[in-house]
């Protein structure tokens, strides 16, 4: 088995670029067939709610909608900091299919005694 990703990504579209670089990262693992985590916090949250991720960071940045797909179509997952969805006051019927509620203890638990590859943005 590959070594596994967890991207930490904290920020959302108030700093786009950000986001796409670590969207850029989490795809390039998924789509290299690694087992992918992405665990978001703080604004990342809302990049889990369906029809949030739209946009491009920058002049030649894919457009976040094809990096969302791909990243699902990898299967690549979406951990989201429950404790900051909740301060949003964010409808967890609106998360994306492969997103769950979840902090720190079931990332640990994803990522269990194996050596993983981590980001952070």
């Given at each position: 088995?590959?070594?596994?990703?967890?991207?930490?990504?904290?920020?959302?579209?108030?700093?786009?670029?950000?986001?796409?670089?670590?969207?850029?990262?989490?795809?390039?693992?998924?789509?290299?067939?690694?087992?992918?985590?992405?665990?978001?916090?703080?604004e990342?949250?809302?990049?889990?709610?369906?029809?949030?991720?739209?946009?491009?960071?920058?002049?030649?940045?894919?457009?976040?909608?094809?990096?969302?797909?791909?990243y699902?179509?990898?299967?690549?997952?979406?951990?989201?900091?429950?404790?900051?969805?909740?301060?949003?006051?964010?409808?967890k019927?609106?998360?994306?299919?492969?997103?769950?509620?979840?902090?720190?203890?079931?990332?640990?638990?994803?990522?269990?005694?194996?050596?993983?590859?981590?980001?952070?943005?």
């Amino acid at each position: 088995m590959k070594t596994k990703s967890v991207i930490s990504l904290s920020t959302g579209l108030e700093d786009a670029e950000k986001v796409a670089v670590a969207f850029l990262v989490a795809v390039g693992s998924a789509e290299g067939e690694r087992p992918t985590l992405m665990f978001l916090t703080k604004e990342a949250v809302r990049l889990a709610v369906s029809d949030v991720a739209r946009g491009t960071a920058c002049e030649g940045c894919p457009p976040l909608e094809d990096l969302m797909r791909r990243y699902s179509e990898a299967r690549g997952e979406f951990l989201v900091c429950p404790i900051c969805f909740d301060a949003k006051h964010l409808d967890k019927g609106d998360l994306v299919s492969n997103a769950e509620l979840g902090g720190s203890v079931p990332m640990w638990g994803w990522i269990g005694d194996e050596p993983a590859n981590t980001f952070s943005y």
